[in-house]
């Protein structure tokens, strides 16, 4: 072997030590830390409700405080037991989800969904339009109740019990045409 080709060898051994080196260097400043990287996020207290409804939960458990402003017939997140015990009230399944164009001189479009006595379901509705819309339950213990929801703001939410049987939701517009949204989701 010459000389020269020993000289090309060796440096050529260099430069592939240097070149792993700093590939080597390159990995370790590009790679994601792992584990604790900061403070743990911190929730706004609104960050699991509706705009406008709160409640005060105990850190610790879990609870939900006595004296907070949750209304039991309203959709919270978070809702406590007889017992105490808080629970996330969970959708089971979607029913229904209707999407129409509701005219003030058609009929009513209407939903149906068999259901057990005391089945909890929560009635998502929004529209767009310059008008209302009107909803109506038959086999519910709202049936005596006719809700007025405005369009063209957030979703309305409803928790609706049925008296088991047909569960019927009617929705109509009153003066203009709107365009419906509305899900019926069961609660677990």
């Known amino acids: 072997m010459a000389p020269d080709e020993r000289i090309r060898r060796a440096l050529l051994a260099g430069l592939t030590v240097a070149a792993l080196v700093a590939g080597a260097a390159w990995w370790r400043a590009a790679e ?10 911190a929730a706004s207290a609104g960050a699991f409700l509706q705009p406008g409804l709160r409640v005060t939960l105990d850190a610790k458990t879990g609870r939900v405080l006595p004296g907070s402003e949750a209304d039991p017939d309203e959709p919270v997140v978070i809702e406590e037991n007889p017992d105490g015990a808080a629970r996330w009230r969970d959708v089971s399944h979607t029913v229904w989800r209707e999407q129409s164009l509701l005219m003030p001189d058609g009929g009513p479009v209407t939903r ?35 809700l007025g929801l405005s369009c063209n703001g957030p979703a309305d939410r409803v928790v609706v019990t049925a008296r088991g049987g047909p569960l019927l939701v009617r929705f109509t517009a009153a003066r203009d045409q709107v365009d419906l949204d509305a899900r019926l989701d069961e609660l677990n």
Do not use: Q
């Open 32 to 41: 994601p830390a792992l584990g604790r990287t900061g403070p743990d996020p």
């Open 112 to 146: 149906r969904a068999n259901a057990s006595d005391g089945a909890r379901f929560l009635l998502t509705v929004s529209c767009s339009g310059a008008d209302a819309v009107s909803v109506g339950f038959t086999g519910s213990s709202e049936d005596e109740t006719e």
